[in-house]
């Protein structure tokens, strides 16, 4: 088959699946164009394509807006498309949400897989650097991963329309108030204006300003954070000499840049 991989990463959980996945397409002998997914125009190959593949971090119980928006405008009338998200906790209406998008598109949702994942936002914002916490955030994770992905794969492969309905924990949403679905909303977007980077620590090797998915982050004599940012935290995560902040959250806690997840067969 021709298939196109798709992905939105942050710290890297979902890359790491992604990079599995294809190595498991192309042991099963698929010709497969893998891209990450950033503001800059995606490059569909332009060939005959069986089946699409996206896979995105769950953020704020939702896929990050830029994953949204591709979906919103593949080419792909008729086309199979699968759908897996790596999470920390919950992902609420994530994949069923962007399901309804591809069925609005004409595309077909043939398998959808969500794994747990170490949590990059309490890495983050809680776990304080060489603390229990750390260990432990950074070791939970799904189990039995490869046969996850393994059936994943295979339903992918028999591209049989699916229906994804709702978690049944959504349709309790009605009991919270509109104020603290707003708060809710707004717990990460609010850090956004509080990004900055400690000059003295700051090596100028502009990793951030690459690895941006928003292109969110320039250098004109020192580092500077524009207002589209969609919270990945890939920059944070990343940063050689730890000298990206949010405020003083992120001061003393841990990092995550390297996924030791295991994968078995
Ligand atoms: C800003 C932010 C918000 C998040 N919100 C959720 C959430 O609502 N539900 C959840 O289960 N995980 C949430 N997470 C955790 C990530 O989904 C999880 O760690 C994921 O594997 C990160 O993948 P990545 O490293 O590819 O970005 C959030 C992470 C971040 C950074």
Redesign the pocket.
């Not at 992905?7 to 790491?16: R, V």
């Not at 995105?56 to 939702?62: A, H, Q, S, W």
């Not at 998200?85 to 609420?92: E, M, N, P």
């Given at each position: 088959m021709n298939i196109v991989l798709l992905?939105?990463?942050?710290?890297?959980?979902?890359?790491?699946i992604a990079l599995n996945i294809l190595k498991r397409l192309n042991e099963r002998g698929h010709h497969v164009d893998i891209s990450r997914i950033t503001n800059a125009s995606l490059e569909i190959p332009n060939k005959e394509i069986d089946l699409f593949i996206v896979g995105?971090?769950?953020?704020?119980?939702?896929a990050p807006q830029l994953v949204e928006e591709t979906i919103k405008h593949l080419n792909a009338k008729d086309k199979a498309i699968a759908y897996f998200?790596?999470?920390?906790?919950?992902?609420?209406e994530a994949i069923h949400h962007l399901s309804e998008i591809s069925t609005q598109r004409e595309l077909r949702t043939v398998a959808k897989l969500d794994?747990?994942?170490?949590?990059?936002?309490?890495l983050?914002f809680i776990a304080k650097k060489g603390s229990k916490t750390e260990k432990v955030l950074k070791f939970f994770h799904s189990r039995n991963i490869g046969k996850k992905l393994n059936h994943f794969i295979k339903k992918a492969e028999r591209g049989k329309r699916i229906t994804i309905s709702k978690k049944w924990y959504t349709y309790l949403s009605f009991l919270i108030p509109q104020k603290s679905k707003e708060s809710i909303n707004n717990q990460?977007t609010k850090y956004i204006p509080d990004f900055y980077v400690q000059n003295e620590s700051c090596v100028q090797c502009m990793l951030c300003v690459h690895n941006c998915p928003e292109k969110n982050i320039t250098f004109e004599d020192k580092i500077k954070f524009g207002t589209n940012c969609?919270?990945?935290?890939?920059c944070l995560?990343h940063c050689p000499t730890d000298a990206i902040q949010i405020g003083k959250m992120t001061i003393g806690k841990a990092r995550?840049n390297e996924?030791k997840v295991p994968i078995y067969n």
């Open positions: 992905y939105y990463s942050g710290a890297g959980n979902t890359k790491y995105f971090p769950v953020m704020n119980m939702e998200c790596t999470k920390a906790v919950l992902s609420s794994l747990y994942m170490p949590a990059t936002d309490a983050a990460f969609d919270m990945c935290l890939k995560h995550y996924v």
